[in-house]
């Protein structure tokens, strides 16, 4: 160990002895940004980089564990990223696979999927079961894999079940015009019965959703972050933390 990570793992025990568990976010989103910066940076290849922010991730769920977070959201691959050259998704796709099948493995987690099933591969769909089959039972944090997700998608998905299942019931459309309301909408959602979540930390220093969780994250915080998905650190997280429990929630109050 040299004398930066020493000073940084001290600095990281000081915010986490501050740190009121009380005031933790319960669902933390995580927008995975910036793994192949990274990885050019470092002189890499972008499945290098990948590869690299997959590894990341069981850390992070670690840090959750030990602060007492229940639901984490993982921005793995959005419905844009669908549209890269096949040499480039194929790779991606083998990587995250691999990430879901060691978040099963791991025996701590529930694994959920969050997206569209049918505009990935077989392959990454029934990967995607699997795992959240295996981990059902799993009494840990409930871990959303967003692959092949769009918060747009995700909307258009929820208005779409939200009518079929009022067609099934005869619903008219002029009585479900009457009777539709936000709540009707929040239940057709990839994450229904789940908390909305508190906290969404963007890595890579982008600024801006890209479409994540448009329809939960109304009333969320953001925390946007300089460093590269990859190189993010414990205490990165905890100073995401710590800047959340010093803001004053009001939910337009």
Sequence with gaps: MNLRDL??????????????????????????????RWAKASGGTPEQGHKAGADKIQELLGWCAETDVEVVTLWMLSTDNLNRPEAQLRPLLAIIEDAVRALAADGRWRVHHVGTLDLLP???????????????????????????????????DAVRS???????????????????DVEHISEHLYTRGQPDPDLVIRTSGEQRLSGFMLWQSAHSEYYFCE????????????????DYAARHRRYGS
């Design 122 to 156: 077989a392959r990454t769909q029934s990967v995607l079961k699997e795992a959240e089959q295996a981990t059902r039972d799993n009494a840990g944090i409930l871990v959303n894999v967003a692959v092949g997700y769009g918060g747009r998608q995700e909307i258009a």
């Design 227 to 242: 460093v590269h998905w990859p190189a993010f650190r414990k205490v990165d997280f905890l100073r995401a933390l710590r």
């Design 162 to 180: 939200l009518l079929l299942e009022h067609a099934e019931k005869g619903t008219s459309f002029e009585e479900l015009a009457e009777i539709v």
């Design 7 to 36: 000073v940084y793992g001290l600095y990281a025990r000081r915010v986490e002895g501050r740190l009121d568990h009380a005031q933790v976010p319960k669902h933390i989103g995580v927008i995975l940004d910036g793994n192949r």
